[in-house]
Structures are given as C-alpha cells and as structure tokens.
C-alpha cells in the first residue's frame, strides 16, 4: 500500500508539472499584464514599461519565463501578483479558508441526508417516498446552480424588504468588518450558499446511493443472508448498506477535491470570498500569476483527493489489491 | 442503419434432424415480420412514455428556438420604453414581461433557445463524429496516437471543467460568437467520448468476430466500422444525447459569467444574469432558468429512453 502511495505521489508530479507548464503557456499568451500601466502613458514611460518588463522577465522566452515563475512558487509562496505586486499567498490562503468553510457544511449535510434518503428509497422502491424524492433529485440535476442561487437570494432579499426581517443575508460574508468563523452572523450569511451547494450534491448522492443499494440488495449473499433467517433490519444494515457505502465515499471524495476549488458560480453569486470567486475576480482583471496559482491549487487538490478516494477503496474493500 | 434482419431464434424455421423444414408459420398462415435489432430498439423507445414526453417537449421547444423569427412576436433587440420592467401578463402583449429597456422577455427567451439549441446540438454532433473517430483508431491501434490522446485527456481531467473552459474562453476573448464557443465546448467534450469509445474498442478488438472477419481478409476500416462500430453505438449515442444538454447547460455558465456569447445576442444564461441585478423583477431570473431545466429534463428523459431501448441485455420496456 505504501509503495502504492509512493508511487502515485511521484506520477502526479510530472502530471503537476505538464499541467502548469500548459496552463502558463495559454494563461500567459492570453494577456499583457502590463496592459493597466500601458494605458497610462504619461506616468509609465516607454522606459518604464521595459524596465518592468525586464524586473517580470517578461521580454524572455516563454520557457525561461515559466522557470522563472516556477522558482518564484516555490521560495515566495506562489510568488506575487503582477497587476498589484502583493503577494498571492495571503489572499488564496484566506480564500482556502472561506471555501472549506462552506464545502465542508455542505458536503456533510448533503452526505448524512443523500445516504439516508438513498437507503430508505432503496428499501421501499416505487414506493411514494421513493418516487418523491426521485424526481426531485432528478430536477435537483437539472437545475443550473445558478438558477437556483439567484432564486434563493430574491426570496430573501423580497422576505427582508416586505417583512423587514432578516433570515439570512444574500452577500458578503460579515456584516461588520470582522467576525469569528462560526459566530451566527458568519452562518446567516453562509446559509444561502450552503443550502445551494446542498441541494446539487445530494441530488448527486441521494441518487447514487439509491443505484448501488439496489445493486446489493439484488446480490447473492443478500438472498443467502435473509434465507439463513437474519432479521431485515440486520440484513439491510449489516450487509446491504455497509458495501453500498464503499463507492460513495469514492465519490464523495472526488467530489470534494473539485469543490476546493471553490464553488466558482455560487461564490460569485453570494460575493463570497472564496475559491472560486478568486479565480473570477483575477481572471476578469487578466492577473495573470494569481490565476496560476489558482489552477495549481486546484490541479493539486484534486490528484490528492482522487489519490485519498483510490486509497479510500482499497481500504474499505478488502478485495481491491494494489501491487 | 441496415443491420441484417436477425430472427427471434424461436421464430426462426424449424429444421428436422432428416432435412426436412417444418415451417411452422407458413403452415399456421401467421404473418410473421423479420425484426432487426434496431426496429426492436425502436419499438422499445417508442413505448417508453418518459422518453416520449422529453421528445416531443423537445420538439416543441427546439422547434420554437428553430423558428424564433416566425413565433417570437418582437424581435430580440427591439426597445419599449414605455414598457420597462413590465411583469408578466396576459392581457397586454408582454407574456413573460419586459426587461430593464423594455424588450419583450419571450421574445428574447426565444431567441436564447435558439443560441442554445445551436450550441447543443452543434456540439453534441461534432464531438462525437470525432471523438468516434480519434477513439476508434486509437482503441484499434493502440501505439503512440493512443498514448498521446489519453495522456492529454488525463491532463484535462485534472481540473475542473469549469477552470478549463473559463481559462480558454478568457484565453480567447471576452466577446464570442457562437462558433467560438461551439469549438470551446466541442474541443472540450469529444475527449470524454473518445474515452468510451477507446475502452469498447479495446475489449471489442479481442472478440472472435473480429478475428473471424481479419481471417476473412477484411481490412481495418471495414472491420472498425462495419464490424466493430454497431456495437459500440449505443452508449454513444446515449452520451451524445446527453452531451446536448451537458452542452447547454455549460453555454448558459460560461455566458452567466460573462465568457460566453457576446450581446445582442440573446442565450438563456446570460438572461438569468440579467435578473441579478433586479431581484425584486423574479420574472427575468426566473422564466429563462425554467426553459433551461425544462430542456435539460427532457433531453434527459430522451437519454434515459434511449439506454433502455439500446440495451439488447435490459427489455424492460416491452417490444
């Protein structure tokens, strides 16, 4: 297992690094980050520009350049922005911070609910209860995110302008300028949020687990376990629901890893300063290094997570053998 | 599609052990038709009620997109200023109500339908031609050209689709056309098919017909696609179903977020975008957002239809 670990950790840093270089090729090429200074010609001088240009090396060659960059991520923490000169690493750590707030309530709640509704509509199929919440899931899929998050905040917002009451806020993060991470000014304006990302995943969830329940409850061994007289309570819980969890773990681990990257539609609805709206807000202003290190935090915690739900199968499933 | 008639083996006429044919139908003066794997597809997708409802919603919406200049009763960019912000109603002419200069919203609801339908299917058709093709050959192959398509498909995968179509959508201009970002998504998705493609035709090359017909002295191409390809075609076709709708929905993203088409033209995601900024005018979120869902089931409902009829293994559906 160890040597497993190794071996796919040492794989994904060619994979790292192929992605970045690819990544810095078309992110580069796309703009002139000195496009800002250059629309200001009588502060910026023809002089200054090349000056800059050479303190950025920007006026090497695209390979050099990328060394350059490279360097820089390493000793100066993903290196400084180029449109402000401040260093990346404090803004994205923030955002990091923010974003796992958020994935974390969400992938919970919808996980504890989806595995749940999954069971028992598995257990009672076509019955009304399955029915139900089948088509809601089904239109839980359907339904564009951002969709749902603009409907949810023109509730709120017309609940707050009718009745003047304030059930959750519809942007920002705190209403002062600081608050703790789990006050209850934190959660009324993360509610929103949490309840949109909720209802995709456990759409997703709720689905899955259904399939995979319905797939061991079909099972030979299942038969075999109600035959040898073993109470229905035993068998669902014991045989039946304990191997139909192993492949939403895998999912759900998956599923968290493209998350961290920040829920880049709802952030941007909520104004929510997270993942994704980093990665929008840079990327409508061409920064261009903050985008960089942006897709390389995304690039990295999604071969971790899909590592973890590799090891994570292997685990729980006795009969997966890595060699 | 013509697959060589293949006979229930019930039905099939009878041979006694002395060589003569009992022909039991022509005996009996039952009429019995010669059914083809694909009629009996088509017999199953028929009957499947769901995929009968998304198809026909399909057509009607699709069909409203196709003839948006016919049925839209204003033209897309055409101002009232006397009617700005108007609700929806059933008395004046405004059904859906107007937007913030007064542009009748179904007008330009069906003018979004029609970019999205562009895009969808346009999309959807030619990333699975090639996809077909690149998967085919790098799954009969193998050797580098396989090599190099799954190494560049792993790359992709390692981020977010999301990431990946904004970064080239910023890469290639702020204001696109619909072909720009037709071959955005096109270039992003055939890769998933010709990933399917690839995994059928590689279990597919090791199967005795194939041998049978190499034997045979048949050449690679026919083999591929004579032989090899009816039998990969009905996950295809379920994907490129529903890579219509995948299509749509990631077209209405990139165009909320301000990388998609650029204006006048209407699509369905930019008008949700619109409403953000009156959200006490619910009818401009609200109304395009629910042609999107609508779109997305039914295109769903069509997909689902279409894997059980395709499925020689699952007759659930009677035929």
Known sequence: ?????????????????????????????????????????????????????????????????????????????????????????????????????????????????????????????????????????????????????????????????????????????????????????????????????TVVSFALYSRFMRATMLDVINSDYVRTARAKG???????????????????????????GALLGGAIVTETIFTLDGMGYFFITRLQTNDVYSVMAYVMVVAISVITFNLIADVLYGFLDPRIRYD | MTEPAQLDPQLAPMTAPGGITLDVTAAEGLELKARSQWSYARRRFLRHRLAMFGLVGLVVIFGAGALASVVAPYSFD?????????????????????????????SRIIYGIRTSEQVGLTVAVVSTLFGLMVGAISGYYRG??????????????????????????????????????????AGFYWTGIARIVRGTFLSLREKEYVEAAKAVGAGDLRIMF?????????????????????????????????????????????LVAEGQQFPQKW?????????????????????????DALDPQQRRVRA
């Open chain 1, 1 to 197: 297992m160890l040597t497993y670990i190794a071996r796919r950790i040492l794989y994904s840093i060619p994979v790292l690094l192929a992605t970045s270089f690819l990544s810095f090729m078309f992110i580069t090429k796309s703009s002139d980050p000195l496009a800002n200074l250059r629309a200001n010609p009588r502060t910026n001088s023809p002089t200054v520009l090349k000056h800059l240009a050479h303190v950025y090396h920007l006026d090497q060659s695209l390979p050099v350049r990328y060394w350059y960059w490279l360097q820089d991520v390493f000793v100066h923490k993903l290196g400084q922005s180029l449109l402000t000169s401040q260093p990346i690493w404090p803004d994205i750590s923030r955002a990091i911070g923010h974003t796992l707030q958020i994935v974390l309530l969400a992938q919970l709640i919808a996980l504890v609910l989806g595995v749940a509704v999954g069971i028992y509509s598995a257990i009672r199929q076509y019955s009304a209860f399955d029915y139900t919440f089948t088509s809601l899931s089904f239109l839980g899929y359907a339904m564009p995110t951002f969709w749902l998050a603009l409907i949810l905040q023109i509730l709120f917002t017309d609940i707050y302008l009718k009745w003047h009451v304030r059930v959750f806020y519809t942007s920002g993060l705190n209403s002062g300028v600081t608050s703790s991470t789990w006050s209850l000014d934190r959660l009324q304006h993360i509610a929103l949020p949490v309840i949109t990302l």
């Open chain 1, 230 to 256: 073993l109470p229905e309570r035993l068998v669902i819980f014991r045989h039946v629901v304990r191997n139909a969890l192993i492949p939403i773990v895998t999912v759900s681990a998956l599923q968290f």
């Open chain 2, 78 to 106: 055409q101002i009232d200023l006397t009617n700005v912000l108007h609700p929806p109603t059933m008395v004046g002419h405004h059904v859906f109500g107007t937007d913030e200069i007064g542009r009748d919203s179904l």
């Open chain 2, 144 to 185: 580098w050209l396989d090599n190099v398509i799954m190494r560049v498909t792993d790359l992709i995968l390692t981020l977010p689709v999301l990431v990946v179509l904004l970064t080239v959508a910023a890469l290639l201009g702020r204001s696109s056309s619909v072909w720009t970002i037709v071959f955005i998504l």
């Open chain 2, 226 to 270: 004579r032989h090899m390809l009816p039998n990969t075609l009905g996950p295809i076709v379920v994907t490129g179903t529903l890579a219509v709708a995948d299509a749509i929905i990631l077209e209405a993203f990139l165009s909320f977020l301000g990388f998609g088409i650029a204006d006048p033209t209407p699509s369905l995601g930019k």
């Open chain 2, 283 to 307: 009818w401009i979120t609200v109304i395009p957002g629910l042609v999107l869902v609508l779109i997305v089931i039914c295109v769903n409902f069509v997909g689902d239809g279409l894997r």
